[in-house]
């Protein structure tokens, strides 16, 4: 089965570092070409059919062609950069889900809808392979020589990715821990290991953990800052949170992963409120 487009497409996008080598290393066991995502008609870089080059084509002015090229430019990137995005998912997940030793069902189920939501039914029982392939590797390294192998990942992912890219990446790993509706210790302590690794504060984690609830003890954790905090303090805290988490910040990975920063975006405006609320503000 040849390699559908946007694992083919991730592959040539990171070519290098830790997430390149796991991919290749991934993808060629379980697929005959690893690039016929890369290399097909939508993404070659051809421009026009031979026919239509011998129609004069070719005589198009310089401008004309250089706009062309930085617009197809501009749309591998934004592509290579999502399918990225969902690669580096997966790779978390996999760490995130065995933390605590076994994989759940509704954890599991969580990916497939990202997967299905960000790329369409064809890529799930690819991305569900590519997890099970991953827990397969967890087993051959050992724990240890896995975590330090995410621990890589991460570091890459760090320099690769903006700071808000960074932030909903986690947000999805903290909806994967979540799943099943019981987040254990060593599933909190591996989200906030990723979270370090990948040059975000651990009180993000915690952050995240108490979006949906609805107390106000909830709201300050979504915050990060203490009941005690004066109202300057507060206020501070929630500008930083917004300049950070606008929907607008992650739109270049596409209009689903948007739409989960939005969705993220309104709890912590709902946070926000009821402290404003109880203080008066």
């Known amino acids: 089965m040849a390699a559908g487009k946007w694992i083919g497409g991730f592959i040539g996008w990171m070519a290098g570092g830790p997430l390149g080598a796991l991919a290749g290393y991934l993808v ?9 995502g890369v290399n097909n008609p939508d993404n070659s870089g051809t421009w026009g059919s031979g026919s239509e080059r011998d129609t004069g084509n070719w005589q198009q002015s310089y401008q004309d062609y ?6 197809a430019f501009r749309q591998r990137q934004a592509q290579g950069q999502r399918n990225s995005f969902l690669f580096s998912l997966l790779v978390l997940s996999s760490y995130i889900i065995k933390a605590d030793g076994k994989a759940m069902h509704s954890e599991m189920e969580l990916v497939r809808q990202m997967l299905r939501q960000n790329f369409g039914d064809s890529a799930v029982s690819q991305g569900n ?13 050992g724990w240890q020589q896995f975590k330090s192998t995410v621990r890589q990942c991460c570091g890459q992912i760090n320099q690769q990715m903006d700071y808000s890219q960074r932030l909903q990446l986690l947000n999805y790993l903290v909806l994967v821990a979540k799943a099943d509706g ?5 599933e909190v302590t591996a989200l906030r290991e990723c979270a370090q690794w990948m040059g975000l504060a651990p009180k993000e984690v915690d952050s995240m953990l108490h979006l949906s609830g609805g107390t106000l003890e909830d709201a300050y954790k979504v915050l990060g800052v203490s009941p005690n905090a004066s109202d300057d303090e507060v206020k501070k805290a929630y500008r930083k949170l917004a300049l950070e988490h606008h929907p607008d910040k992650v739109a270049s ?17 709902a946070a926000k409120d009821r402290i404003w609320k109880a203080r008066g503000l």
Request: hydrophobic share 30%.
């Open 28 to 36: 060629g066991t379980m697929f005959d070409s690893m690039l016929d």
């Open 66 to 71: 250089s706009q062309a090229y930085q617009k």
């Open 129 to 141: 392979e590519i997890l099970n392939k991953l827990f397969d590797e967890q087993k051959r390294e």
């Open 182 to 186: 019981n987040v254990p210790q060593s």
């Open 253 to 269: 990975l596409g209009e689903d992963v948007r739409k989960a920063a939005e969705k993220k975006f309104q709890e912590i405006n």
